[in-house]
DNA sequence: TTAAACTTTCAATATTTTTTGAAAGTTTAA
DNA sequence: TTAAACTTTCAAAAAATATTGAAAGTTTAA
């Protein structure tokens, strides 16, 4: 396999794995092209690279940004704007990691709060209501403490966490 | 909040969960409520709570089942199939890892393998393909090995490994 | 100022994904 | 067997999502 092929199954199947986890294909492209990138690349660069409108990829780009994983830089005497991604894959899990978890989990468990302390009416299918909601309340909560704690740790810490569990 | 109440906002909740996760909103409603349902549930059952057609939950079912997390049920002298989802939130989550991993982590780590493993030509971007492409490999590895190991242990793993990380 | 160089926005369009429902298929009881 | 009771399949329709591209917006240099 050549560079040029490598770099294309790489960007296509990252493009893919996002879908599955419900991330747009052009924005999970832009951040594979970005992250393989030795240098900063302009707009007009990207929407090159992988055939996609001058919108598309303003907005997807915007997006990156939201999420932390992607920056803006300016090359000295150039009024172009380009753009890095964090290259640190460590830091680019935790900060995905941070932002699911600010995203998604903590409003689902304040829904699952509300939703596991209704009034039990001593019914068969509220029992089992609050039963579930509680049980999944409680492993949400684990999974955000234990998240965020693994965020705020050095860069090392996948590795760390592995050998942790496996002793 | 009354019970009609909590069981569709705790139903609708987990479709949108779903959605962000790339599940079908659908299949995470027939599992929601499945997983908060104290009997078992026909087809026509979850069409009418639901209101999604035959078909669609036919197809979901199916998928709920292919994932390990949904169970066909027979009551005796009864012609009609029943279902109930695995109502262990522990368990649940183990499964999901799995087939996460068997479905989309391994495939997806065999390409970084690939990938990385390209004729270095001395070039700075083949230069950089390697090595982030590398990183990825290793973090995935890595994240893969946890997972399995944990989807190996008992059921609760998740508070123990918030234990062990947390010291 | 102005205009060139650039980015963002957003309505329209295209694409992908989901859902429907009726026909085909299967199983069981009589 | 047959037919009733049920499930699955799949082409068509609907819905949701992503993408385009041109107009509007912004910034900078002169």
């Known amino acids: 396999m050549n560079y040029d092929d490598a770099k294309n199954k790489f960007i296509s199947t990252w493009g893919a794995l996002g879908t599955l986890w419900g ?12 992250l393989i990138s030795p240098e900063p690349l302009s ?7 992988l055939q996609i409108s001058r919108g598309n990829t303003s907005m997807n780009l915007r997006q990156l940004m939201d999420w932390g994983i992607v920056f803006k830089e300016n090359k000295m005497g150039e009024r172009k704007e380009y753009f890095t991604s964090e290259k640190d894959v460590q830091e680019l899990a935790r900060q ?5 978890s600010r995203r998604e989990l903590q409003p689902t468990i304040k829904i699952l709060n509300d939703v596991s302390n209704i009034e039990d009416d001593g019914s068969a299918k509220t029992a089992e209501l609050i039963k579930q909601t509680k049980a999944l309340h409680e492993m949400a ?3 955000d403490t234990m998240l965020n704690r693994v965020v705020g740790q050095d860069h ?12």
């Open 23 to 34: 991330i747009n294909k052009a924005m999970a492209q832009i951040h594979a092209l970005l």
């Open 43 to 49: 707009m007009e660069d990207i929407m090159e690279e």
């Open 96 to 100: 995905i990691a941070k932002e699911r």
């Open 141 to 143: 909560d684990n999974l």
């Open 156 to 167: 090392n810490w996948i590795t760390k966490a592995l050998v942790k569990l496996i002793k």
